[in-house]
């Protein structure tokens, strides 16, 4: 048999190709004969094939690599190799994967560490600019605040606690964390942490008492009852709450890896609280964690964030469920098995928290002079 065999040769060879993240790139070629042996190469090395993304093909004297949702670790030479008895052939195209930013951060933290500690609120009757993390179980509310707070102390800090195993709500009572400015007291930042909401009325924190907390009517140290809301006879119910106790930007808290789990009654909920929180003007954004999670590129360089489809596409579902602006949603990474600061993350965090100071501000700034309707 060997002795019939051609020698392998190309009738035609690979061309280069430039392709633009997600995209499908197909590799093919013709041979002079189909009695070959085909090996497929990457960067010099035996291409492994991931089951779904690649597909290698020989049709008759067609050779074909299909490669489906390009990112930018598909980026690099690919060879093909042919064998037989007879002898041996290659050749070889560069993939180039184009990876365009669509939303563009500063990837160096000193400016803007500098103006969040430099900020001061232009109404001294408001001590702190006051954000309500809120949203599902498990999302990372906790660790957000656990992240800001380890940027301006330097180091991972798990001061507000985070549960590993995310069922039920693990945080119950309502909490204030503040930030410490290094050693120079504290940032006139307060986040206040709430427990998850869950799907049913009867599960996780109500919506009423979200509404409540909005409105300055709770007050620290209350634990949240999934069977009845806050009353006014309560003694952590506070009756004329002022600006400076009212929330000044809600923030909702999704994951990025979740997204498209979550459920109809779940997305009923947060969008009820975002109605209520427009009706009294408060500036809402969306904070979605967990985008190491969710997009295999990002997790390996979370410096491609902006240059991920996948992450875009992730965004645009979460616009659409909860009816939140594009740019008010910031996709970010919280500290959770790393034990060293890493600037990547924190520059995200602090792209995000810079724009929510902003907007809070804002907040305070206009219902300084709008006296507070007292219900
Ligand atoms: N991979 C990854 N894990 C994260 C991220 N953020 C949080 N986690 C993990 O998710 C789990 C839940 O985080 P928490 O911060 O406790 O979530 P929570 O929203 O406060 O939860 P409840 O208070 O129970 O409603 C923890 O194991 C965190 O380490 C992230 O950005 N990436
Ligand atoms: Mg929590």
Request: net charge negative.
């Amino acid at each position: 048999m060997g002795e019939n065999q051609s020698k392998p040769e190309f009738n035609t060879v690979l061309g280069d190709v430039q392709v633009e993240i997600g995209d499908e790139i197909i590799l093919s070629c013709e041979t002079n004969t189909k009695e070959i042996t085909v090996t497929w190469m990457k960067n010099d090395h035996i291409l492994k094939c991931v089951q779904g993304k690649h597909t290698v093909e020989q049709v008759d004297r067609i050779c074909s690599l299909k490669i489906n949702d390009v990112d930018g670790g598909d980026q690099g030479k690919y060879t093909i190799k042919l064998k037989n008895e007879s002898g041996a052939a290659s050749c070889s195209a560069m993939v180039t994967v184009e990876l365009n930013e669509w939303r563009t951060i500063q990837w160096n933290q000193k400016a803007m560490v500098t103006s969040v500690k430099e900020f001061e609120i232009a109404n001294n009757q408001v001590r702190e600019l006051r954000f309500l993390l809120y949203g599902p179980v498990g999302v990372g509310k906790s660790s957000t605040v656990n992240t800001i707070r380890s940027i301006f102390e330097g180091r991972p800090f798990v001061g507000c606690l985070a549960e590993t195993a995310a069922g039920k709500s693990f945080t119950k009572t309502y909490e204030k964390y503040g930030i410490a400015n290094g050693r120079e007291g504290m940032l006139p930042l307060a986040f206040n942490d709430i427990m998850g909401v869950e799907k049913g009325e009867s599960e996780g924190v109500r919506t009423d008492d979200i509404i409540n907390t909005l409105k300055g009517h709770i007050t620290e140290g209350y634990v949240f009852h999934t069977e009845f809301p806050i009353t006014e006879k309560d003694p952590k119910y506070r009756r004329n709450p002022s600006l400076s106790d009212r929330i000044h930007c809600l923030v909702s808290v999704v994951g990025a890896d979740k997204i498209k789990m979550m459920d109809q009654e779940f997305i009923n909920k947060m969008r009820k609280v975002r109605e209520a929180a427009s009706g009294m003007g408060i500036p809402q954004v969306v904070f979605m964690t967990k985008v190491d999670l969710a997009c295999p590129m990002t997790n390996g360089n979370l410096k491609n964030i902006y240059r991920s489809r996948k992450i875009k596409e992730i965004m645009n579902t979460c616009s659409n469920l909860l009816g939140v602006p594009m740019n008010c949603i910031f996709p970010v990474k919280n500290y959770h098995d790393e034990t060293h600061m890493n600037e990547e993350i924190n520059c995200l965090m602090l792209d995000a928290l810079t724009q929510i100071i902003h907007w809070a501000h804002d907040y305070v700034v206009t219902f300084s002079t709008i006296p507070i309707h007292k219900e």
